[in-house]
């Protein structure tokens, strides 16, 4: 059973009537609130923001017993227990969706420790959430995320934040049984790929966005990677043709928790210019995603769960963490399951204090809407599985933005392109770029295969290697010994028309084991496979790695893509989440760690390793120094010195014992 809390006789921000009412319009209470315009507690509540951190909890604690106290007082708060209540919102209360009411308590007690769900729900223009019978879950519970991070923004955590929600939803669909389709965007989230998307039959039920935000706007992507603001309008546009069936709305949206990474170089007396933009980029204003949840609840009749402030990126991902499992496994209604999921992601994320008023619910249907996925199978055919011969999907990944949305779009159909080469010097992750891109884009092929070319002085074993991958993950039967120019001659034709009339996806790893010292190929053949895997004129795409381009390739149809260094934000974002107590390493521990590293991220994780060993770690030498020192391990993995001899010589010279 539900509540309705009416704000009514609005006369001020800080004056009007509550009236509480049952489900069936009886009246049970009412007050009338009247504030003291030049209050401190009035000032905290247009901005909250100002009392976060650890030092404002006492500040936040107090401010609850304030707005249980003033703002509900005991008559009403009495009726407040184990109960949704709907709070009703004629178009002059708006600014009521700006007051943190979630925080109100009453000696000790707050809101969600009494089991009580506030819901927010417009009143007085447009049909309102519910006004329209909603399309039933079908043969399968569908999932639209999107993750937009555009280049010249303040970097988001969007990457950990999107593994971790898809690692849930998948394990829920395999553990459980039930029907799931999941689908990520991210990496080039446009306006048209939104669009396209959303016009997919039969639509989707559930929409989670986790991205830059300003009132009344999403900030998605242009084709060239820059932002691109979205009206509520403009966005309602885009995803009307999911009107019927679209449930229920996820909104993560403002500027994320990078900021931690930021502060970290401050106290390391760096500078980085991604973290001078993070500085100074203009943060939502206080209050509501007002804007757009009100287009969703109204124009697309969904439930939506918004942000009110600046969502921390571990509250995101740990409040996803927790609310989808008790949607999709325990099946609990909407507002029930964000009830119970609150207190956990607050623990796991960031404890009491302002993250327990940045949630906002709105939509009334909120009390009984259930996502109960149908139930399904689970293939236990070892051919059928896709993406077999991949590596996992690394925990941690980190930058790449621009490169990757770039590729996105090159290995897109009718693009232009063949393919995509990631360009880099060893271990500045071209293979992490390549497995990275290839899970996110494994919807739009029918099949993928991964191919890593061996090193070696034999030189059949690159084509024993790709026959083999053919054979294995493609399903390309008759491939025959590729290193005999005879049949290779003989197979190319096929294979071309193949990938011209098929959508495949085909990655080889380590180009540079088919080349000379000179960047020549080492055996003649492979010009001609080459020629034929960007020569087909289909849909079909290939991904290439390497530090060095391979001779004689069409530049139209192989697009390069420099991978470079990492930024010391994105460096110091990488860290942070291998050790969630990073932040509060040293400003000394933190320079010396970003030097030796130098935006190299495989040295960047032997660095981290080592100057957080705890002990025989010799005196800072200072900053040049340790400079040398990143230089010649760099010419070290230039020269091919495997990962564990240079591990070690860099524990030796932190450790004061030389080379």
Same mark, same amino acid.
């Given at each position: 059973?539900?509540?309705?809390?009416?704000?009514?006789?609005?006369?001020?921000?800080?004056?009007?009537?509550?009236?509480?009412?049952?489900?069936?319009?009886?009246?049970?209470?009412?007050?009338?609130?009247?504030?003291d315009p030049a209050s401190a507690q009035v000032a905290a509540l247009r901005d909250l923001t100002a009392l976060a951190g650890p030092a404002g909890t006492a500040d936040i604690a107090a401010l609850g017993e304030w707005i249980g106290r003033e703002i509900f007082g005991p008559t009403l708060w009495a009726y407040l227990d184990d109960v949704v209540v709907v709070v009703a919102l004629p178009p002059a209360a708006g600014f009521l969706?700006?007051?943190?009411?979630?925080?109100?308590?009453?000696?000790? !007690?707050?809101?969600?420790?009494?089991?009580?769900?506030?819901?927010?729900?417009?009143?007085?223009?447009?049909?309102?959430?519910?006004?329209?019978?909603?399309?039933?879950?079908?043969?399968?519970?569908?999932?639209?995320?999107?993750?937009?991070?555009?280049?010249?923004?303040?970097?988001?955590?969007?990457?950990?934040?999107?593994?971790?929600?898809?690692?849930?939803?998948?394990?829920?669909?395999?553990?459980?049984?039930?029907?799931?389709?999941?689908?990520?965007?991210?990496?080039?989230?446009?306006?048209?790929?939104?669009?396209?998307?959303?016009?997919?039959?039969?639509?989707?039920?559930? *929409?989670?966005?986790?991205?830059?935000?300003? %009132?009344?706007?999403?900030?998605?992507?242009?084709?060239?990677?820059?932002?691109?603001?979205?009206?509520?309008?403009?966005?309602?546009? *885009?995803?009307?043709?999911?009107?019927?069936? %679209?449930?229920?709305?996820?909104?993560?949206?403002?500027?994320?928790?990078?900021?931690?990474?930021?502060?970290?170089?401050?106290?390391?007396?760096?500078?980085?210019?991604?973290?001078?933009?993070?500085?100074?980029?203009?943060?939502?204003?206080?209050?509501?995603?007002?804007?757009?949840?009100?287009?969703?609840?109204?124009? *697309?009749?969904?439930?939506?769960?918004?942000?009110?402030?600046?969502?921390?990126?571990?509250?995101?991902?740990?409040?996803?963490?927790?609310?989808?499992?008790?949607?999709?496994?325990?099946?609990?209604?909407?507002?029930?399951?964000?009830?119970?999921?609150?207190?956990?992601?607050?623990?796991?994320?960031?404890?009491?204090?302002?993250?327990?008023?940045?949630?906002?619910?709105?939509?009334?249907?909120?009390?009984? %809407?259930?996502?109960?996925?149908?139930?399904?199978?689970?293939?236990?055919?070892?051919?059928?599985?896709?993406?077999?011969?991949?590596?996992?999907?690394?925990?941690?990944?980190?930058?790449?933005?621009?490169?990757?949305?770039?590729?996105?779009? *090159?290995?897109?159909?009718?693009?232009?392109?063949?393919?995509?080469?990631?360009?880099? !010097?060893?271990?500045?992750?071209?293979?992490?770029?390549?497995?990275?891109?290839?899970?996110?884009?494994?919807?739009?092929?029918?099949?993928?295969?991964?191919?890593?070319?061996?090193?070696?002085?034999?030189?059949?074993?690159?084509?024993?290697?790709?026959?083999?991958?053919? !054979?294995?993950?493609?399903?390309?039967?008759?491939?025959?010994?590729?290193?005999?120019?005879?049949?290779?001659?003989?197979?190319?034709?096929?294979?071309?028309?193949?990938?011209?009339?098929?959508?495949?996806?085909?990655?080889?790893?380590?180009?540079?084991?088919?080349?000379?010292?000179?960047?020549?190929?080492?055996?003649?053949?492979?010009?001609?496979?080459?020629?034929?895997?960007?020569?087909?004129?289909?849909?079909?795409?290939?991904?290439?790695?390497?530090?060095?381009?391979?001779?004689?390739?069409?530049?139209?149809?192989?697009?390069?893509?420099?991978?470079?260094?990492?930024?010391?934000?994105?460096? %110091?974002?990488?860290?942070?989440?291998r050790d969630p107590a990073a932040p509060g390493i040293g400003g000394a521990q933190a320079r010396r760690m970003l030097t030796l590293a130098g935006g190299h991220p495989m040295l960047l994780t032997l660095a981290d390793r080592a100057t957080r060993s705890s002990s025989g770690v010799s005196a800072d030498p200072g900053e040049a120094a340790d400079q040398r020192l990143h230089e010649t391990l760099v010419a070290r993995i230039d020269?091919?010195?495997?990962?564990?001899?240079?591990?070690?010589?860099?524990?030796?010279?932190?450790?004061?014992?030389?080379?």
């Amino acid at each position: 059973m539900a509540l309705v809390l009416t704000a009514t006789d609005i006369q001020s921000p800080t004056r009007w009537r509550w009236l509480l009412s049952d489900e069936t319009g009886a009246s049970c209470a009412d007050r009338v609130v009247d504030l003291d315009p030049a209050s401190a507690q009035v000032a905290a509540l247009r901005d909250l923001t100002a009392l976060a951190g650890p030092a404002g909890t006492a500040d936040i604690a107090a401010l609850g017993e304030w707005i249980g106290r003033e703002i509900f007082g005991p008559t009403l708060w009495a009726y407040l227990d184990d109960v949704v209540v709907v709070v009703a919102l004629p178009p002059a209360a708006g600014f009521l969706t700006g007051y943190p009411l979630e925080l109100a308590a009453s000696e000790g !007690r707050s809101l969600n420790d009494r089991l009580v769900t506030l819901v927010y729900e417009f009143t007085g223009s447009g049909p309102g959430a519910g006004a329209r019978l909603k399309e039933p879950v079908g043969d399968v519970l569908r999932i639209l995320a999107l993750y937009s991070a555009p280049t010249r923004e303040a970097p988001l955590n969007l990457r950990q934040e999107r593994f971790a929600f898809a690692t849930a939803v998948r394990r829920i669909e395999s553990r459980l049984r039930r029907s799931v389709e999941l689908r990520v965007l991210q990496y080039g989230v446009t306006r048209e790929r939104l669009r396209t998307v959303a016009e997919e039959y039969p639509g989707w039920d559930i *929409l989670h966005v986790s991205a830059h935000g300003l %009132l009344g706007s999403l900030v998605l992507e242009d084709a060239a990677g820059a932002p691109d603001p979205v009206p509520t309008a403009e966005l309602i546009d *885009l995803l009307t043709p999911d009107r019927r069936r %679209l449930k229920f709305v996820t909104l993560a949206v403002c500027d994320s928790g990078a900021a931690a990474a930021a502060e970290v170089l401050d106290t390391a007396g760096l500078e980085d210019p991604a973290a001078k933009a993070l500085a100074a980029a203009e943060h939502p204003a206080p209050g509501p995603v007002e804007g757009l949840a009100q287009g969703f609840v109204r124009q *697309l009749d969904a439930v939506v769960l918004a942000m009110r402030y600046p969502v921390n990126d571990r509250f995101a991902a740990a409040l996803a963490g927790s609310l989808y499992p008790r949607l999709l496994e325990q099946r609990l209604p909407v507002a029930r399951a964000l009830t119970l999921a609150l207190p956990e992601a607050l623990a796991q994320a960031s404890g009491p204090g302002l993250s327990a008023a940045v949630p906002m619910l709105y939509g009334a249907q909120a009390e009984h %809407l259930v996502l109960n996925p149908p139930s399904g199978t689970v293939s236990l055919d070892p051919a059928a599985v896709r993406m077999a011969g991949f590596d996992p999907e690394p925990d941690i990944f980190v930058g790449r933005t621009a490169t990757l949305a770039a590729a996105g779009a *090159l290995l897109a159909p009718d693009s232009g392109a063949a393919g995509v080469l990631f360009l880099g !010097r060893r271990g500045t992750g071209t293979t992490s770029c390549a497995l990275e891109l290839a899970y996110q884009l494994q919807d739009r092929f029918g099949a993928l295969a991964w191919c890593r070319l061996p090193r070696g002085e034999d030189l059949t074993a690159g084509f024993t290697a790709l026959a083999a991958t053919l !054979r294995t993950q493609l399903g390309i039967v008759n491939v025959p010994d590729l290193s005999r120019p005879a049949d290779l001659a003989a197979f190319l034709p096929a294979l071309r028309r193949l990938l011209r009339e098929s959508s495949l996806l085909l990655v080889l790893d380590d180009a540079g084991a088919l080349l000379t010292a000179q960047a020549g190929w080492r055996a003649p053949l492979w010009s001609d496979i080459f020629d034929t895997l960007t020569g087909h004129g289909g849909d079909s795409r290939l991904i290439l790695t390497g530090d060095v381009t391979p001779p004689g390739l069409d530049a139209r149809r192989l697009r390069v893509l420099p991978v470079g260094r990492l930024t010391l934000l994105e460096e %110091l974002q990488a860290v942070m989440q291998r050790d969630p107590a990073a932040p509060g390493i040293g400003g000394a521990q933190a320079r010396r760690m970003l030097t030796l590293a130098g935006g190299h991220p495989m040295l960047l994780t032997l660095a981290d390793r080592a100057t957080r060993s705890s002990s025989g770690v010799s005196a800072d030498p200072g900053e040049a120094a340790d400079q040398r020192l990143h230089e010649t391990l760099v010419a070290r993995i230039d020269a091919g010195d495997d990962w564990d001899t240079i591990a070690g010589h860099l524990q030796r010279a932190l450790h004061g014992e030389g080379a």
